[in-house]
């Protein structure tokens, strides 16, 4: 195995002792544990330092399904995290990448090997074109991998290798060692997040956000009622939260069913319409520590789910603020999903572009939320910064039809400026929105 080069991961804080990682087998079985989680339909990049491979930034993606997509995604990708590397201190010596994606119909693991090796060899090129080599790409399908890089068949046969068994691999004992957990796939975790689709319960909450769509747009737009409908979407929110409160605070999937129990439909409704006012949001954002913390997480979850139908563009707030609180309470990688799919929804969402970043770059949301306690504060004392904020509101503007989004957005932190937060949807309109 002289060929291959050889990758340190540190399991816990810098004085704890680092795993050595050999060969293409021990980079497969190590990637659940860099990620925390089974990617799935992923393109994956982990970047490499120093002369024995100390494992630095990653990036994951969603493979595009379009393999005309593919050549600008893997110049995008490459640029991404070499120029991210470079903002935290230190450009790559190399990188290793990985290409995840179960067999569809009829097709076997070596089949998706061969089908993605195209966007293998684009990955290469695009990281070669700026100066940094790819020492390894592996495919991952169906329990086995394949080595695009190596040419020695007696380690990496042309039918692949078999995965080590779960938590048999000396990548699983340093981090359970070090209390690393890997939190299942990607697929389930995104499952959490994902709208409804039994028909009776989609078919409920699609008309309670008619109604109100029905009922709250008007106000808005002409009575002049924002603020107000801001402070009830936020007095109703905390009434959930406490709600949810009272019914325990594990985070198992099994409490997802419990949550949908107690929050109705049309409190529900209401709360996704109010959270598309990018104040009220940033106010719901504030229940972002302490006891509020996880009740609140809980309901940003519910709510993702509630985005049935027509409005499934409107989870990207409750997404957003999903992914906030995960990132505020330490859970990078919970974080990194909601968000993910936040922009995957509207990809020039700029809270979630913000946060995406600056979750993936390691930076502490401490700032952020140091931010939001001085908001709250300046809400709370009467003087003349927070009667100047309450003197002056953004008009509303009518709903306008949404421009098509680019295909190609691997770079959420990318493009931040304005924010275009959406406007609540015009009642009988589905399918357009505002932006400002």
Known sequence: MNQHREHHEPTGSADQQQITLRSPAEL???????????????????????????????????????????PPVADQLAECLI?????????PDGIVAFLCQDPGPGETGRQ??????????????????????????????????WSYCCPDQRCCPLEGTGLALPGTSVMAAA???????????????????????TPAAVEGQERALDRAGASLVPRILISGSREQVGAETLTLARSLV????????????????????????????????????RETRDRAAEWMEGPDAAPALRLWRALSRRCVGPYAEHATAPLTLAGWVAW????????????????????????????????????????????????????????????????????????????????????????????????????GQRGTRSRR
């Open 28 to 70: 497969a079985d190590a990637l659940p544990y860099l990620l925390g989680f089974h990617p799935t339909d992923s393109v994956v990049m982990v970047a490499l330092h120093g002369e024995r491979g100390r494992f630095g930034g990653r990036l994951r993606l969603g493979i595009p399904r379009s393999p005309q997509e593919w």
């Open 83 to 91: 120029d991210g590397s470079e903002r935290r201190g230190a450009r």
């Open 112 to 145: 998706v090997m061969e089908r993605l090796r195209p966007l293998a060899q684009r990955l290469r090129t695009a990281c070669g074109g700026l100066d940094v080599p790819v020492h390894e790409v592996l495919c991952i399908s169906e329990g086995r991998f």
């Open 175 to 197: 981090a359970a060692y070090a209390g690393v957990q890997v939190r299942g796939s990607l697929r389930e975790m995104e499952a959490r997040l994902a709208p409804w689709t």
């Open 242 to 277: 406490e709600r949810l409160v009272g019914a325990g605070a594990d985070d198992r999937t099994g409490t997802d069913t419990e949550d949908d129990r107690l929050i109705g439909d049309d409190e529900a409704a209401a709360v996704i319409l109010g959270l598309q006012d």
């Open 328 to 427: 505020s309470t330490g859970d990078d990688v919970g974080a990194r999903v909601a968000l993910g799919l936040a922009l995957r929804l509207d990809p020039k969402y700029v809270f979630a572009q913000l946060l995406h970043q600056a979750c993936n770059e390691g930076l502490d949301p401490e700032t952020l939320r140091r931010c939001l306690r001085e908001e709250r504060v300046a809400r709370a004392l009467p003087g003349p910064r927070a009667t100047a904020r309450r003197a002056k509101p953004r008009p509303a503007r009518p709903p306008r039809a949404r421009k098509t989004p680019e295909p190609k957005q691997p770079r959420p932190g990318a493009g931040a400026g304005r924010d275009q937060d959406r406007a609540v949807r015009r009642g």
